[in-house]
């Protein structure tokens, strides 16, 4: 099986832009979260979507969004991008979702590298 | 915020030694996992122990639970320069009050000397 994608690896953005971030799961799993890793705050928990709803959302402002689609990819989207948000973004996919997901193995992605100027 | 945190933050081992990581959390959890990530790449997934679980075996990974301190620790035999990245330990608390996702400790940097 292949494993989470994450495009694009590497991304330079300036401030005030905004990006998408792509994430293909594993074939047949159905649950999609998104982590940010940054070296002050660690990884935190973004959102995570099952069956193309919403099932959680960390502690991000509403600019941090995200949708999935009925393949299961998922895409994040960042608005007005500030100097803060640069961090490597990281996309896991399981094969159960909701509270469910948090009781199971996370499968990353090697995540999306966003350096904004 | 964070709800683990892992102790050491580095520990740097010659190659064969035995290296052991201990991770601290605040609230109930249901089950606590254990991830490793090479220099900037995504995590994987090493092991998961359950709350009703003390220990639990991988291969050269050894993992213990301790649900009365709220800590568990990590033990890697053998240890080979392969093993080399970073170490974290993840819970299922809800430290928000809700299905937050993992929260992530800050990892202990493992660097194994040939």
């Known amino acids: 099986k292949a494993g989470v994608t994450q495009t694009p690896r590497y991304l330079i953005k300036t401030r005030g832009q905004q990006v998408t971030l792509s994430c293909s799961p594993i074939s047949g799993h159905r649950s999609v979260s998104w982590y940010q890793q940054t070296p002050g705050q660690g990884l935190q928990f973004l959102f995570e979507?099952?069956?193309?709803?919403?099932?959680n959302k960390g502690n991000f402002p509403g600019r941090f969004s995200g949708r999935q689609f009925s393949n299961s990819r998922s895409e994040m989207n960042v608005s007005t991008l500030e100097l803060g948000d640069s961090a490597l973004y990281l996309c896991?996919?399981?094969?159960?979702?909701?509270?469910?997901?948090?009781?199971?193995?996370?499968?990353f992605g090697n995540g999306t590298r966003l350096t904004v100027t | 915020s964070q709800q683990g945190e892992e102790d050491p933050q580095a520990l740097s081992i010659q190659e064969g030694e035995n290296a052991t990581m201990n991770c601290s959390y605040k609230t109930s959890i249901n089950n606590l996992q254990w991830y490793r990530q090479n220099s900037g790449r995504g995590l994987v997934h090493l092991i998961l122990?359950?709350?009703?679980?003390r220990e639990k075996h991988s291969g050269r990974l050894r993992v213990t639970l301790d649900t009365s301190k709220k800590s568990s620790s990590l033990l890697i035999t053998a240890s080979r320069a392969a093993d080399t990245a970073s170490y974290f330990c993840?819970?299922?608390?809800?430290?928000?009050?809700?299905?937050?996702?993992?929260?992530f400790g800050k990892g202990t940097h493992l660097i194994i000397q040939p």
């Open positions: 993840a819970t299922d608390g809800w430290v928000g009050g809700g299905a937050d996702g993992l929260t």
């Open positions: 979507y099952f069956s193309e709803t919403q099932r």
């Open positions: 896991a996919s399981s094969s159960i979702g909701g509270i469910g997901a948090n009781n199971s193995p996370l499968h």
């Open positions: 122990i359950r709350s009703n679980e």
